[in-house]
Nanobody, 125 residues
Framework: VQLQASGGGLVQAGGSLRLSCVAS????????VAWFRQAPGKEREFVAG????????YGTDSEKGRFTISRDRAKTTVDLQMNNLKPEDTAIYYC???????????????????WGQGTQVTVSS
């Protein structure tokens, strides 16, 4: 499964961005999809995910209140709507997919076998 992430950019604090993840040549039917981010010098961290049944989960309460993950009906795209962005949200954002990840491992990068190339999000203060 080849994933392509898009939608990153430069935005001022308080602004919004919408990231999209598309699976090339197929749908996400049967896959859990997650967004991770990695800032310079930091480990890759879970931001949000949606499992095969449509359950959504977020990494922290801060993200739960500002970010929304969604999947279209055709299961061709998984979006991450990010509102009220903060400078600490600056990172490369990656989408990832797995057909086998279990709920308890959903926040673990190693649980996902397919990764997109990443899209840079920069939030200026």
């Amino acid at each position: 499964v080849q994933l392509q992430a898009s939608g990153g950019g430069l935005v001022q604090a308080g602004g919004s961005l919408r990231l999209s993840c598309v699976a090339s040549g197929r749908t996400f039917n049967g896959y859990a999809v997650a967004w991770f981010r990695q800032a310079p010098g930091k480990e890759r961290e879970f931001v949000a995910g949606i499992d095969r049944s449509g359950r959504m989960t977020y990494g922290t309460d801060s993200e739960k209140g500002r970010f929304t993950i969604s999947r279209d009906r055709a299961k061709t795209t998984v979006d991450l709507q990010m509102n009220n962005l903060k400078p600490e949200d600056t990172a490369i954002y990656y989408c990832a997919a797995s057909g086998t990840v279990i709920w308890s491992a959903r926040t673990t990068p190693n649980a996902y076998g397919y990764w997109g190339q990443g899209t840079q999000v920069t939030v200026s203060s």
